[in-house]
């Protein structure tokens, strides 16, 4: 009964570390990211919140960030065109995700205008 108990408690433990996702929060503003770097661990998964806190629409653009990422299945409608999470004044999108690959991965806003006005980022996977 013992050797049940603490086999049960295992994989308890094991179920709890298999669902853990850390927080993050993206805010997207005129005409910036917040925060600018995301510093993130390859193989482990993230629930990223981006919100728009902006009163205009805008984007958060990382193909290559994405496309080295495996995106839960419910959330990968939610990245248009391989790499962009579209987003109107006002709008919020949870995305969980694990980053695979090291690397720096740059992020843009490829609304007119808006990178050369500052609304560029980038992605450290360690
Ligand atoms: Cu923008």
Do not use: W
Not at 87 to 105: F, K, M, V, W
């Amino acid at each position: 009964m013992r050797i049940l108990i603490g086999s049960l408690a295992i994989s308890l433990l094991l179920t709890a570390a298999a669902g853990a996702q850390t927080a993050i929060t993206v805010s997207l503003t005129n005409y910036a990211f917040a925060p600018s770097t995301l510093t993130l661990k390859a193989g482990e998964a993230y629930r990223i919140h981006f919100s728009n806190d902006a009163n205009k629409s805008h984007d958060f653009s990382a193909h290559e960030f994405f496309a080295s990422s495996t995106v839960a299945p419910g959330d990968k409608a939610k990245i248009e065109e391989g790499g962009e999470v579209e987003l109107e004044g006002g709008q919020s999108a949870d995305i969980t995700l694990t980053p695979n690959r090291p690397g720096t991965y740059a992020v843009t806003c490829t609304h007119f205008m808006h990178s050369m006005l500052g609304m560029n980022g980038k992605i450290v996977v360690q």
